[in-house]
């Protein structure tokens, strides 16, 4: 484990998307669970559920997952909008931005539809990553739940860093909640919310996107100081 500090592991966090195939130690993932479960959460409630998944048991569910996806014309719904239906500005361009910087890094063209459509089913590959993770919370659950999900990815995914590991979060699984729950085993009655692909980092451009963040003037207002 590194001497990282929770600054230098907020700042050195990356959504890598280019794994390596070394093997992630279950102890060590048993470990940052068990930490990640100190993140806060409304009344205590604890909402989430974590399915990881590693080896064969990991190719087994990719290849459930992936039989038909986006060619079999069973498209499904998330449980979730990952976005509002009509994003708007400054919105849609920092979206806009975000892409432009992924594909930019990979070096593909707007024009190539085929070569965007490629990355985007990496995704169902967890990047090539040796561990991959679905959160899910109970349905009956709402927005605070929701955010106390969040709270506990953000929570695992800088312990992973503190640790020398590399993640990227991935709302992209919600939109096949059926095929991740018939592959995981996961009840009718759990929300898949995200996906987080976890390892070892590559030596890869789209590891090194930096996606900027706008200044604490334009998010937040101080009073009072």
Not at 102 to 131: C, H, S, T, W
Request: proline share 5%; hydrophobic share 40%.
């Amino acid at each position: 484990m590194s001497d990282l500090s929770v600054t230098n592991a907020i700042q050195s966090r990356r959504a890598v998307r280019v794994f390596t195939d070394q093997a992630v130690a279950e102890e060590a993932l048993r470990e940052i669970l068990s930490l990640a479960s100190r993140a806060p959460s409304n009344g205590n409630l604890q909402p989430w559920k974590v399915y990881a998944v590693a080896g064969d048991a990991l190719r087994e569910a990719l290849v459930s997952i992936n039989t038909g996806l986006y060619t079999d014309g069973n498209m499904e719904a998330p449980q979730y909008p990952i976005y509002p239906e009509k994003l708007h500005e400054p919105f849609r361009s920092r979206r806009h931005d975000c892409g432009e910087r992924m594909y930019g890094a990979l070096g593909i063209e707007r024009e190539d539809k085929a070569g965007r459509i490629k990355q985007v089913m990496q995704n169902f590959q967890f990047f090539g990553a040796p561990v991959g993770i679905i959160l899910t919370m109970d349905s009956r659950m709402d927005l605070g739940q929701a955010m106390d999900v969040g709270i506990f990815a953000q929570t695992l995914m800088l312990l992973a860093k503190e640790r020398g590991l590399d993640s990227c979060p991935q709302a992209s699984w919600a939109q096949w909640p059926q095929r991740v729950r018939s592959a995981l085993g996961i009840a009718d009655e759990e929300k898949v919310m995200l996906g987080i692909s976890l390892g070892y980092a590559a030596d890869h451009p789209i590891n090194d996107v930096e996606q900027p963040r706008v200044p604490v003037g334009d998010f937040a207002s101080l009073r009072g100081f």
